[in-house]
């Protein structure tokens, strides 16, 4: 895999709408101005992309535009990072665009850039990953650096800081607390602290023993089981299948998985469907472990872990239950091809070479 550099202070780093197009909604103004000063704060210069402020319908319309600003932004030589509004549901689109673009592939692969996101940019990752550059699945701009309370969380400051050069993290720290999603994230709410609770369950164990290696790759379960089914799109799959974006069986063996569920929440019947897309493709048979994110607020945490296993169904599989990443708050940075290892005997997750170059 072809790794990005870290970032230093004076960097400038892209923002992009690769989905949603919320960041450019009036409604957002007040979060565009608070992420843009953290980053200042970070000794970063932003560079709001042309197109990552038309809107919710115009980019709607328009993949190529979102297309268009991703090409850009690694066109750029002074643009070091790259960082994601928010999710969504269709950045399938600017697949087209990017994957038969020869000058952005060539870009991609001779001048990689720290990329970071979360959820429908699952596919993004997908995208890097097969082009084989590290991209990041973790803090994006409006989730995470517009967090609205006074400060940054700090588990939130600790990740960012790691894509710094010198602050390398060492592996998936847990978190003293866990906070709930916000109901109103309007002007009136800057100022507001989200409601915290103490961690009572940490990263648990559910099964497996002793230590286990291998490179990551996963992402949001709803959207990796789009890439096999189109559930959302009818188009989505013959889309992925066409650039060969969703990983073969033999790419999957000896992988650790990692997995979380989206802020609709399933309930546990829905999630063993989800699962069983996996499980019908073969993917539990050839991982070498299982990572799964905290749920969002909680909810099902404790009826979530009985689908897990039963799904799964073999029970020498390590899986580790409740880790900081994905749509729950707070979370961390999963490099993607990276090699990692398990251990089960202390429930920890550690980087096994850098993730910089």
Same mark, same amino acid.
């Given at each position: 895999?072809?790794?990005?550099?870290?970032?230093?202070?004076? *960097?400038?780093?892209?923002? =992009?709408?690769?989905?949603?197009?919320?960041?450019?909604?009036?409604?957002?103004?007040? #979060?565009?101005?608070?992420?843009?000063?953290?980053?200042?704060?970070?000794?970063?210069?932003?560079?709001?992309?042309?197109?990552?402020?038309?809107?919710? @319908?115009?980019?709607?319309?328009?993949?190529?535009?979102?297309?268009?600003?991703?090409?850009?932004?690694?066109?750029?030589?002074?643009?070091?990072?790259?960082?994601?509004?928010?999710?969504?549901? @269709?950045?399938?689109?600017?697949?087209?665009?990017?994957?038969?673009?020869?000058?952005? $592939?060539?870009?991609? #692969?001779?001048?990689?850039?720290?990329?970071?996101?979360?959820?429908?940019?699952?596919?993004?990752?997908?995208?890097? &990953?097969?082009?084989?550059?590290?991209?990041?699945?973790?803090?994006?701009?409006?989730?995470?650096?517009?967090?609205?309370?006074?400060?940054?969380?700090?588990?939130?400051?600790?990740? %960012?800081?790691?894509?710094?050069?010198?602050?390398?993290?060492?592996?998936?720290?847990?978190?003293?607390?866990?906070?709930?999603?916000?109901? *109103?994230?309007?002007?009136?709410?800057?100022?507001?602290?989200?409601?915290?609770?103490?961690?009572?369950?940490?990263?648990? =164990?559910?099964?497996?023993?002793?230590?286990?290696?291998?490179?990551?790759?996963?992402?949001?379960?709803?959207?990796?089981? @789009?890439?096999?089914?189109?559930?959302?799109?009818?188009?989505? $799959?013959?889309?992925?299948?066409?650039?060969?974006?969703?990983?073969?069986?033999?790419?999957?063996?000896?992988?650790?998985?990692?997995?979380?569920?989206?802020?609709?929440?399933?309930?546990? *019947?829905?999630?063993?469907?989800?699962?069983?897309?996996?499980?019908?493709?073969?993917?539990?048979?050839? =991982?070498?472990?299982?990572?799964?994110?905290?749920?969002? *607020?909680?909810?099902?945490?404790?009826?979530?872990?009985?689908?897990?296993?039963?799904?799964?169904?073999?029970? #020498?599989?390590?899986?580790?239950?409740?880790?900081? %990443?994905? &749509?729950?708050?707070?979370?961390?940075?999963?490099?993607?091809?990276?090699?990692?290892? $398990?251990?089960?005997?202390?429930?920890? =997750?550690? %980087?096994?070479?850098?993730?910089?170059?």
């Amino acid at each position: 895999m072809i790794k990005p550099k870290a970032l230093v202070k004076g *960097d400038r780093v892209a923002i =992009v709408s690769l989905s949603s197009g919320l960041l450019g909604e009036p409604y957002a103004k007040h #979060q565009l101005e608070l992420g843009i000063k953290r980053l200042r704060d970070f000794g970063l210069e932003p560079v709001i992309m042309p197109n990552a402020l038309k809107g919710i @319908d115009e980019l709607q319309k328009h993949p190529e535009w979102r297309a268009e600003d991703l090409k850009n932004a690694f066109r750029d030589p002074s643009i070091k990072g790259i960082i994601c509004a928010i999710g969504g549901d @269709d950045t399938f689109r600017l697949l087209p665009y990017l994957m038969e673009d020869e000058e952005f $592939v060539h870009n991609v #692969q001779k001048t990689p850039k720290l990329f970071t996101g979360f959820s429908d940019t699952t596919i993004n990752h997908l995208m890097f &990953h097969r082009l084989g550059m590290v991209s990041f699945y973790g803090p994006n701009f409006l989730n995470d650096l517009a967090e609205l309370g006074n400060e940054l969380l700090p588990y939130t400051k600790q990740i %960012f800081s790691g894509y710094f050069e010198g602050n390398e993290l060492e592996g998936v720290p847990e978190s003293d607390y866990w906070y709930e999603e916000r109901s *109103d994230f309007s002007e009136k709410a800057l100022g507001s602290e989200r409601l915290k609770h103490k961690e009572a369950h940490g990263i648990e =164990v559910l099964q497996g023993k002793g230590k286990v290696s291998g490179k990551l790759l996963g992402g949001c379960l709803e959207s990796l089981v @789009d890439c096999l089914v189109g559930e959302r799109y009818a188009e989505e $799959v013959e889309t992925i299948n066409r650039y060969d974006i969703f990983p073969s069986l033999d790419e999957w063996k000896g992988k650790l998985l990692f997995l979380e569920t989206s802020e609709e929440r399933p309930n546990p *019947d829905r999630l063993r469907d989800l699962l069983t897309v996996l499980k019908n493709y073969g993917i539990f048979t050839a =991982v070498s472990g299982v990572l799964i994110g905290k749920p969002q *607020d909680e909810a099902y945490i404790d009826e979530y872990k009985q689908v897990f296993v039963e799904v799964i169904a073999d029970k #020498q599989l390590p899986i580790l239950y409740n880790l900081p %990443f994905g &749509h729950a708050y707070p979370r961390c940075i999963l490099p993607y091809g990276i090699e990692m290892t $398990v251990d089960t005997q202390v429930g920890s =997750v550690t %980087f096994n070479e850098s993730y910089f170059l």
